[in-house]
């Protein structure tokens, strides 16, 4: 129902909130914002603590997921670590700790 309601809606609002629906319907992606809203993690720590709590996942699940919270803005790469020789590590972060939803239009908004 929510889908037909805001399906190819002109008011950016909706496209907002839609997108944060979209980013973050997911259980897992709410275990990995709680774990790094603790402190910044590295790809690893955030990987072995979703399997520490039952998440069945394999790295690349873990990646699409990284990505997709990026790609909301939801976190963020803090740093890049240097780990034994091998590509960089990334850390990520929380980008905010709160969303904020302009119920009212605002000039600009279409």
């Known amino acids: 129902m929510f889908k037909l309601c805001v399906e190819n809606h002109p008011d950016n609002r909706v496209s907002k909130l839609q997108n ?51 790609n909301g803005e939801i976190i963020e790469v803090a740093e890049y670590r240097e780990e034994g020789g091998g590509a960089p590590e990334k850390v990520w972060r929380l980008k905010n700790k709160k969303i904020v939803i302009d119920l009212l239009k605002s000039e600009g908004d279409e």
């Open 20 to 70: 944060l629906m979209r980013v973050l319907h997911c259980p897992t992606r709410w275990l990995i914002i709680d774990f790094i809203g603790k402190g910044a993690k590295s790809t690893k720590e955030i990987y072995e603590n979703l399997i520490e709590n039952n998440e069945k996942l394999t790295p690349s699940g873990l990646y699409y997921h990284l990505s997709e919270l990026k």
